[in-house]
């Protein structure tokens, strides 16, 4: 195993709601990366986190946000959500320049 | 868990073949790049990594080669193994990229024939 855990492993929400996912960087990890990534096809880069501070941005809209806490740790909010939210959502740790470890995913399911 | 495998290209091998998996990648400027192994239900899984300036490394039953001319990247497996099925990505990372702000191609299912 990775040491990256992330919660809840699945979740179903309705159309215009918000969600929060969580994820546990590997201990000593100061970057955090989150991914989506839609049935059948590669994961897609949100952002990434690096010491509490946004750190590069993918094509994702303001309604996607997140946090990093002092402990590293990150959430990922998702705000208003849409039926094409639904997908895998992983989350990736990793120290500056060193290789990055993925979480098993939270599998959202909007309906 | 749930299948990652579903509408993506497949390459069906028996078991103790070789297995070549193919990659196009999109960026000139990529000077890293990255196979992972995605089982159903889990996260990407580094195998192998190479950089820009290398066009062949070996790792242990894996080989991955870079072409930049036309920018293509291949991953071999040697003796295949029932435990290898799963979905294969390749990711890139343009010059001065972070190693985790990563471009995953469209991956392959890797089905081993027993």
């Known amino acids: 195993e990775t040491g990256v855990t992330q919660s809840p492993t699945h979740l179903i929400k309705t159309r215009g709601q918000q969600v929060t996912l969580r994820c546990s960087s590997q201990?000593?990890?100061?970057?955090v990366s989150w991914y989506q990534q839609a049935l059948g096809q590669g994961p897609q880069f949100i952002f990434q986190?690096?010491?509490?501070?946004?750190?590069g941005r993918g094509n994702f809209p303001p309604r996607f946000s997140g946090l990093q806490f002092p402990n590293y740790s990150s959430e990922l909010n998702v705000n208003a959500l849409e039926l094409d939210d639904s997908a895998l959502y992983l989350c990736?740790?990793?120290?500056?320049?060193?290789?990055?470890?993925f979480g098993q995913g939270t599998r959202l399911t909007v309906v | 868990g749930e299948s990652v495998g579903l509408h993506l290209p497949t390459l069906s091998v028996q078991e103790g073949d070789n297995s070549i998996i193919n990659c196009a990648y999109s960026?000139?400027?990529?000077?890293?790049f990255i196979w992972y192994k995605q089982e159903s239900g889990k996260g990407p899984q580094f195998i192998i990594d190479?950089?820009?300036?290398?066009d062949k490394r070996q790792g242990q039953r894996v080989t991955v080669l870079l072409n930049k001319t036309v920018k293509h990247l291949s991953l071999q497996i040697a003796a295949t193994q029932p435990g290898d099925s799963a979905v294969y990505f390749c990711?890139?990372?343009?010059?001065?990229?972070?190693?985790?702000?990563?471009?995953f191609g469209t991956g392959t299912l890797l089905a081993v024939q027993p």
């Open positions: 201990s000593g990890h100061n970057t």
């Open positions: 990736a740790s990793s120290l500056q320049g060193s290789e990055a470890f």
């Open positions: 986190y690096y010491r509490e501070e946004e750190n």
């Open positions: 190479i950089r820009s300036n290398m």
């Open positions: 960026n000139s400027a990529s000077d890293y």
């Open positions: 990711a890139e990372i343009p010059y001065g990229g972070a190693t985790n702000k990563l471009i």
